[in-house]
């Protein structure tokens, strides 16, 4: 079973230019989560879709960062503009069924590293 | 608000030594509870999980955790450590219903010395 896929692994950017990162969660994964670690600290939840839809969004910030999920399989995060802050890797998981913990096991890809200079 | 306290940031042990890494958290009810590994330019891979009945639960890689209601913990355990042990650690709660919101702990770096 292929496992979540994550692209690209490392970005280089300046400050105040855009970047996006793309994610394809497992076949048949109705959830999926973007994660930000930043070094040091544990995974923050940015953003959960159900499906196409957004579950929970609370801690993304929403005036430079957006996230999509068309047609429920793969999603894209972006940040426009990035600041040095957002300096992280980006941690994109999926998990099978949201209703069920006992089968909410979160697989997580390798990461997307974001530098902003 | 749920959370998770991991105090111990770095931890260093003798191979073949065993490990305890510890873990509190707070929820209101009974909560749903992970270990995760991290080994150095990966993903978080799940090493055991806490749902209900036995309160010792067994992983992968000989980890076992053991649930303890009364002190809110949920410490990691390894009885002989091998030198490819060395990762970051990542415990994690998520409520028992519901859309699951997993929250992390800040990690602990276990560094193994020969």
């Known amino acids: 079973e292929a496992g979540v896929a994550q692209s690209p692994r490392y970005k280089i950017i300046e400050k105040r230019q855009s970047v996006a990162f793309w994610c394809n969660p497992i076949?048949?994964?109705?959830?999926l989560y973007w994660y930000q670690q930043i070094l040091g600290q544990g995974p923050k939840l940015l953003i959960q879709?159900?499906?196409?839809?957004?579950?929970?969004d609370s801690q993304l910030p929403k005036d430079r960062f957006s996230a999509e999920r068309l047609k429920g399989v793969d999603s894209t995060l972006k940040i426009q503009p990035a600041k040095l802050e957002d300096s992280a890797v980006y941690l994109c998981?999926?998990?099978?069924?949201?209703?069920?913990?006992?089968?909410?096991?979160?697989?997580f890809g390798e990461g997307s590293r974001l530098t902003v200079l | 608000a749920q959370s998770v306290t991991q105090p111990d940031i770095h931890i260093t042990v003798s191979e073949g030594a065993s490990l305890e890494l510890r873990c509190n958290y707070s929820?209101?009810?009974?909560?749903?509870l992970f270990w995760y590994v991290q080994s150095p330019g990966q993903g978080l891979q799940l090493l055991l999980k806490?749902?209900?009945?036995?309160?010792l639960v067994q992983g992968i890689k000989g980890f076992e955790a053991e649930f303890k209601r009364s002190q809110s913990s949920f410490n990691l355990r390894k009885p002989s450590v091998h030198w490819s042990d060395a990762a970051e650690y990542f415990c994690?709660?998520?409520?028992?219903?519901?859309?699951?919101?997993?929250?992390f702990g800040i990690g602990t770096k276990l560094q193994v010395i020969p």
């Open positions: 076949s048949g994964h109705a959830t």
């Open positions: 998981a999926s998990s099978l069924r949201r209703t069920r913990p006992d089968s909410g096991e979160l697989f």
């Open positions: 929820y209101g009810a009974t909560p749903y």
């Open positions: 879709f159900q499906n196409n839809g957004v579950v929970d």
């Open positions: 994690a709660v998520g409520p028992s219903g519901g859309y699951q919101k997993v929250t």
């Open positions: 806490y749902f209900s009945g036995d309160t």
